[in-house]
Protein backbone atom coordinates (compact mmCIF):
# COMPACT_ATOMS: atom_id res chain seq x y z
CA UNK A 1 0.00 0.00 0.00
CA UNK A 2 3.20 2.69 0.83
CA UNK A 3 4.56 1.84 -2.48
CA UNK A 4 1.50 2.48 -4.65
CA UNK A 5 0.90 5.60 -2.28
CA UNK A 6 4.14 7.02 -2.66
CA UNK A 7 4.19 6.41 -6.33
CA UNK A 8 1.19 7.83 -7.07
CA UNK A 9 0.65 10.79 -4.33
CA UNK A 10 -0.64 13.65 -5.80
CA UNK A 11 2.16 16.60 -6.34
CA UNK A 12 0.23 19.23 -3.79
CA UNK A 13 0.51 16.75 -1.12
CA UNK A 14 2.73 17.12 2.09
CA UNK A 15 5.52 15.27 1.51
CA UNK A 16 5.16 14.65 -1.93
CA UNK A 17 8.89 16.73 -3.19
CA UNK A 18 10.62 14.70 -0.84
CA UNK A 19 9.64 11.49 -2.64
CA UNK A 20 10.86 12.78 -6.50
CA UNK A 21 13.19 10.37 -5.95
CA UNK A 22 11.08 7.48 -5.27
CA UNK A 23 8.74 7.74 -8.10
CA UNK A 24 9.88 6.03 -10.40
CA UNK A 25 10.87 2.80 -8.58
CA UNK A 26 10.23 -0.73 -9.08
CA UNK A 27 8.80 -2.60 -6.00
CA UNK A 28 12.34 -4.28 -5.84
CA UNK A 29 14.05 -1.04 -5.55
CA UNK A 30 11.46 0.52 -2.98
CA UNK A 31 11.84 -2.86 -0.78
CA UNK A 32 15.59 -2.64 -0.85
CA UNK A 33 16.60 0.97 -1.24
CA UNK A 34 18.10 2.87 1.56
CA UNK A 35 16.19 6.18 0.76
CA UNK A 36 15.81 7.79 4.10
CA UNK A 37 12.12 9.03 3.60
CA UNK A 38 11.12 5.45 2.35
CA UNK A 39 13.14 3.85 5.11
CA UNK A 40 11.85 6.28 7.93
CA UNK A 41 7.95 4.91 6.77
CA UNK A 42 9.04 1.49 6.08
CA UNK A 43 11.56 -0.15 8.50
CA UNK A 44 9.55 -1.43 11.09
CA UNK A 45 7.52 1.42 12.54
CA UNK A 46 5.41 0.72 14.29
CA UNK A 47 7.74 -1.08 16.56
CA UNK A 48 10.14 1.63 16.46
CA UNK A 49 7.53 4.04 17.32
CA UNK A 50 6.29 2.53 20.09
CA UNK A 51 9.54 1.00 21.72
CA UNK A 52 11.63 3.75 21.99
CA UNK A 53 13.52 6.71 19.49
CA UNK A 54 11.82 6.53 16.06
CA UNK A 55 15.31 7.30 14.37
CA UNK A 56 16.55 4.13 15.39
CA UNK A 57 16.40 1.11 12.86
CA UNK A 58 16.99 -2.86 14.03
CA UNK A 59 19.97 -4.13 13.06
CA UNK A 60 18.34 -7.88 12.43
CA UNK A 61 16.10 -9.90 13.40
CA UNK A 62 17.61 -10.00 17.13
CA UNK A 63 16.56 -6.41 17.64
CA UNK A 64 13.24 -6.17 15.38
CA UNK A 65 12.06 -8.73 17.85
CA UNK A 66 13.30 -6.66 20.77
CA UNK A 67 12.10 -3.45 18.89
CA UNK A 68 8.54 -5.83 19.16
CA UNK A 69 8.70 -6.95 22.62
CA UNK A 70 9.29 -3.34 23.97
CA UNK A 71 6.35 -1.75 21.93
CA UNK A 72 4.09 -4.68 22.84
CA UNK A 73 4.71 -3.61 26.89
CA UNK A 74 4.75 0.23 26.24
CA UNK A 75 1.49 -0.02 24.37
CA UNK A 76 -0.09 -2.67 27.22
CA UNK A 77 0.56 0.17 30.05
CA UNK A 78 -1.88 2.04 27.73
CA UNK A 79 -5.74 2.46 28.79
CA UNK A 80 -6.94 2.32 25.42
CA UNK A 81 -5.83 0.50 22.19
CA UNK A 82 -6.86 0.66 18.61
CA UNK A 83 -6.54 -0.76 15.75
CA UNK A 84 -6.01 1.46 12.42
CA UNK A 85 -8.89 -0.51 10.81
CA UNK A 86 -11.10 0.88 12.90
CA UNK A 87 -9.33 4.66 13.60
CA UNK A 88 -12.28 6.67 13.42
CA UNK A 89 -14.48 4.97 16.09
CA UNK A 90 -11.69 5.00 18.65
CA UNK A 91 -10.78 8.41 17.94
CA UNK A 92 -14.58 9.34 18.82
CA UNK A 93 -14.23 7.24 22.14
CA UNK A 94 -11.48 9.24 23.21
CA UNK A 95 -12.70 12.39 22.44
CA UNK A 96 -16.00 11.44 24.03
CA UNK A 97 -13.98 9.97 26.92
CA UNK A 98 -12.41 13.46 27.38
CA UNK A 99 -15.58 15.43 27.33
CA UNK A 100 -14.19 16.87 24.30
CA UNK A 101 -16.72 17.15 20.95
CA UNK A 102 -16.19 14.38 18.32
CA UNK A 103 -15.06 16.41 15.39
CA UNK A 104 -16.16 14.97 11.99
CA UNK A 105 -14.64 11.97 10.49
CA UNK A 106 -11.08 12.82 9.03
CA UNK A 107 -10.14 12.81 5.12
CA UNK A 108 -8.95 9.67 4.16
CA UNK A 109 -6.19 11.28 1.71
CA UNK A 110 -3.85 8.11 2.09
CA UNK A 111 -6.49 5.58 0.43
CA UNK A 112 -4.06 4.55 -2.17
CA UNK A 113 -6.48 3.53 -4.97
CA UNK A 114 -8.15 6.91 -5.19
CA UNK A 115 -5.10 8.37 -6.29
CA UNK A 116 -4.78 6.28 -9.08
CA UNK A 117 -6.62 7.24 -12.36
CA UNK A 118 -6.24 3.68 -14.57
CA UNK A 119 -8.33 0.51 -13.34
CA UNK A 120 -4.89 -1.53 -14.32
CA UNK A 121 -3.12 0.60 -11.39
CA UNK A 122 -5.91 0.48 -9.16
CA UNK A 123 -6.17 -3.30 -9.56
CA UNK A 124 -2.19 -3.68 -8.96
CA UNK A 125 -2.24 -1.33 -5.87
CA UNK A 126 -4.61 -4.29 -3.90
CA UNK A 127 -2.70 -7.31 -5.50
CA UNK A 128 -1.09 -9.57 -3.30
CA UNK A 129 2.95 -9.44 -2.95
CA UNK A 130 4.47 -12.63 -4.67
CA UNK A 131 6.56 -15.15 -2.50
CA UNK A 132 9.49 -13.21 -3.57
CA UNK A 133 8.69 -9.72 -2.54
CA UNK A 134 6.91 -11.07 0.61
CA UNK A 135 10.83 -12.34 1.67
CA UNK A 136 12.29 -8.88 0.61
CA UNK A 137 9.61 -6.77 2.48
CA UNK A 138 9.88 -9.23 5.85
CA UNK A 139 12.53 -7.42 7.16
CA UNK A 140 10.70 -4.29 7.10
CA UNK A 141 7.69 -5.94 8.91
CA UNK A 142 8.67 -7.89 10.46
CA UNK A 143 8.64 -6.60 14.51
CA UNK A 144 5.33 -4.73 13.04
CA UNK A 145 3.73 -8.06 12.38
CA UNK A 146 4.97 -9.61 15.61
CA UNK A 147 2.52 -6.09 17.42
CA UNK A 148 0.09 -6.71 15.14
CA UNK A 149 -0.67 -10.76 15.94
CA UNK A 150 0.18 -10.19 19.89
CA UNK A 151 -2.91 -7.23 20.25
CA UNK A 152 -4.54 -8.82 17.42
CA UNK A 153 -4.98 -12.58 19.64
CA UNK A 154 -6.12 -10.47 22.10
CA UNK A 155 -8.68 -8.61 20.79
CA UNK A 156 -10.15 -11.73 19.42
CA UNK A 157 -9.48 -13.46 22.44
CA UNK A 158 -6.94 -16.12 21.55
CA UNK A 159 -4.18 -15.00 23.85
Request: hydrophobic share 40%; glycine share 8%; proline share 6%.
Amino acid sequence: SLYHYFMNIPGGYRGASTLAGVKGMSLREFLTTDHEWVRFHTDNFVARQFSGPLNVFPAGPDERAEFAERAIANLSAMSYRGFHDDYERAFADIVRAAGLPVPPASPRINVTAAHISSAEGQAQARQSFDEEMRELARPLVEGDLAIYDFFNRQRNGSA
